[in-house]
């Protein structure tokens, strides 16, 4: 059940084997938490708001750009997946941003890794800008004042496209939803231990067993993490009258080896299923409290596309990053002003049928100090081609200012 | 319920087929918005609804859906996501939920799930007083994919597939709607995903009719979501008879519209 507020308190837990009987009293529901009328009162949990399409209660990623991707945010009760970069920087920074927005706005936190000790997560949390009056982009370029008004408004040659609307380039919302971070400093150590923090370090909770079964470090995290959820209250069925918060769930690199699991080792992984069952468990928990969850995949590792394809559909939201580094491309100067490319793998129909797909394919993301934005990847025009054609005639010494080799060859062609 | 595809498929709250098993299928996409027309389309007819909501919780079809079984006892609803939590994270005091007893070891089979379906499409029979009477029970699976992605075996599901279609189609004369998603080309060679193109395969050959979703073959478009496939098998005498047609289609925030293959709002 999706952090509909309302439905809470007459969702109760249902017998096993349930058959569910709706009473009359469960269709006052709706989606809505705009609603003049409730028999429960809202609580409203700092640091979420209800979505504008469809009032689902959301919280932010830490990254503005992201969280526009996502449709004005992750919605509580969801995953998100993240597929890592080759090198694990760009998912390991979003996976930053998502925890230290957490400790901002005050949720508690649970960081599950069997790589890195979770603590090391932690101390490397960007610091926020908390005194920042940075605006976000506004959807409409705000006129200069005393710039004469016909050189904007009126396009003499390209006319034709004068009532198209203007490319919107960088993906930011109108209304402020979530903070900006300093990459460069991190987090002062007061403001990260005022958050409370439920940590999960693999090798601490199992000892490696050479006869496994099946794949015990997914469920010893599946109860681990119900455990917390019970014991801190996240649990929907807890009665109102607490005060409630959110759960922000961070899990580190599953499916890699040291989760002891074969997925990125083997064509044909032994427990292929161990990972889905895990996110399943996973959807469940999530669904029925008030937590949400950002999970990253080395996905690069796994051979199986169609395994990738079923891991995906139990995750929410999806979304796969590819960095530059390292590769031809980061030397491109088509690429030269961003740091990789972004792929929307899914986006969720949550409580509705309709999906809010995103505008664009092509997005490139790039990590400033201050911000981490996500963009519509635009590639300029071809320039060679037109300069050569200038250029024929003139002598191969001479060569256009963005010639590349393939131009001048051009002027040699007999 | 999505007034469109009744038209398509000629058929209307009030005068259906019986025993018929009606497969839902997508590649690459996802059908599950066809689901929800059925459920209301099956809910508005009056008959009794056997739901396994495995896919999504209870909370999210009923959003959809706000007329969600007004009456008393005509739905039936398996949450899958509720009752695993009591098998993958069992307690001590709590009662494991039979039905999904594979989750705790895959080769058992869904010979459990099988008998939840069976008990509450026969145990209906036995009415209580007062009780109204519903029309021809109905079971909706959303989706078979998920048991997939659980552990279990291609073999077993199909084996649960014409078990139920047995007890639902032939014995009881009810209808079925199963939602089976696969991943991958259809002529891709590499051996990724058996699974659920067999399964796919399989439940194509048993159904009546398959309603298959897909992409557009020329890329993404914001306006148009999709195409669909309705390929009817009927038999006409002794030789089986199969009739397809496309249709593209998009979902909205209740609903969805069809049409012909260009013939779009946003085209025209």
Redo the contacts between chains.
């Keep these: ?2 952090h ?1 507020i309302d ?1 809470i308190s007459s ?1 109760m837990a ?1 017998p ?7 009473s ?1 009293d ?2 006052q ?3 809505t938490s705009f609603q003049k009328k409730t028999r429960s009162k809202l609580i409203s949990i700092p640091g979420t708001r209800p979505s504008v399409q ?1 009032g689902q209660l959301l919280v932010s990623t830490g990254v503005t750009s992201l969280d526009y991707l996502l449709g004005g945010g992750l919605a509580v009760g969801t995953v998100l997946l993240i597929e890592e970069d080759r090198f694990d920087s760009y998912s390991r920074m979003i996976l930053k941003y998502f925890l230290a927005e957490g400790v901002v706005c005050r949720h508690e936190l649970f960081v599950a890794t069997a790589q890195d000790n979770p603590d090391e997560i932690l101390q490397e949390l960007p610091a926020p800008i908390l005194d920042d009056v940075a605006v976000p982009k506004p959807v409409e370029q705000p006129r200069l004042t005393g710039e004469p008004q016909d050189i904007l408004d009126a396009m003499k040659i390209a006319w034709r496209y004068q009532n198209l609307p203007k490319v919107q380039s960088a993906l930011a919302s109108s209304s402020r939803f979530g903070h900006y971070y300093d990459v460069s400093k991190t987090m002062e150590v007061e403001i990260r231990q005022a958050a409370k923090c439920h940590r999960f370090y693999l090798p601490d909770h199992i000892t490696p067993s050479s006869a496994a079964h099946r794949v015990e470090s997914y ?1 010893a995290l ?2 681990s993490l ?1 455990e917390v959820i019970h014991r801190e209250g996240f649990d929907l069925a807890t009665p109102m009258s607490k005060s409630r918060n959110i759960l922000r769930v961070g899990l580190h690199s599953l499916g890699s080896a040291l989760w002891g699991d074969d997925l990125c080792c083997h064509d044909k992984p032994r427990h292929s ?1 161990a990972l ?2 895990f996110l ?2 996973l ?3 999530l ?2 409290s008030l937590s949400v969850a950002v999970v990253t995949l080395p996905s690069h590792l796994i051979q ?4 990738m ?2 891991i995906t ?2 995750c929410d939201n999806a979304i796969a990053l590819e960095s530059f580094k390292g590769s031809e491309r980061e030397t491109n100067p088509l690429y030269k002003d961003y740091h990789g490319l972004l792929y929307v793998r899914q986006v969720p ?7 809010q ?1 995103p ?1 664009h ?1 092509d997005l490139a993301f790039k990590l400033k100090r201050k911000q981490f934005t996500i963009e519509r990847l635009h590639l300029p025009p071809d320039l060679s081609e037109t300069v050569s054609r200038v250029s024929r005639g003139e002598p191969v010494g001479v060569a256009s200012a963005c010639g590349s080799s393939a131009s001048g060859t051009k002027n040699l062609d007999f | 319920m999505f007034t469109e595809l009744n038209s398509i498929l000629n058929t209307s709250p009030d005068s259906y087929t019986r025993g018929e098993f009606i497969l839902v299928s997508d590649r690459q996409s996802d059908a599950s918005f066809l689901i929800h027309h059925f459920l209301s389309f099956y809910l508005r007819a009056r008959c009794k609804v056997c739901f396994l909501g495995l896919a999504q919780s209870f909370c999210h079809y009923s959003a959809v859906s706000q007329r969600l079984a007004k009456e008393k006892g005509q739905l039936v609803f398996f949450e899958g996501l509720k009752e695993c939590l009591s098998v993958l994270t069992p307690k001590e005091n709590n009662v494991e939920s039979e039905a999904m007893n594979f989750l705790r070891d895959p080769p058992v089979g869904l010979r459990s799930l099988y008998e939840f379906v069976r008990s509450s499409v026969i145990g209906s029979d036995n009415m209580e007083e007062g009780a109204e009477q519903w029309g021809p029970s109905v079971l909706l699976v959303d989706d078979l994919s998920v048991l997939l992605s659980l552990g279990v075996d291609v073999g077993a599901v199909l084996d649960f597939s014409h078990y139920c279609r047995a007890l639902v189609c032939s014995q009881v004369q009810g209808n079925m709607v199963m939602l089976v998603r696969c991943n991958g080309e259809e002529d891709d060679d590499d051996d990724g995903d058996i699974g659920s193109d067999v399964l796919l395969k399989g439940l194509t050959h048993q159904c009546n009719l398959n309603l298959h979703v897909q992409g557009l073959p020329t890329g993404y478009c914001k306006d148009i979501h999709g195409q669909m496939e309705v390929c009817w098998k009927r038999r006409q005498g002794d030789a089986p008879h199969m009739q397809k047609n496309l249709f593209q289609y998009k979902v909205y925030d209740k609903g969805a519209s069809f049409f012909a293959r260009g013939t779009s709002s946003a085209v025209l």
Excluded at chain 1, 16 to 22: A, D, E, R
Excluded at chain 1, 304 to 307: F, K, P, T, V, Y
Excluded at chain 1, 349 to 355: I, K, M, P, T
């Design positions: 059940m999706l509909n439905v969702n249902a096993v084997n349930s058959v569910c009987k709706t009359a469960r269709l529901v709706n989606c469809n469920s599946l109860k119900q299923h889905t069952t399943y468990g959807r469940a928990l669904r029925s199986d596309r169609a395994l394809g079923n559909r139990l129909h949550l409580n509705c049928l309709a999906r797909l505008d394919k």
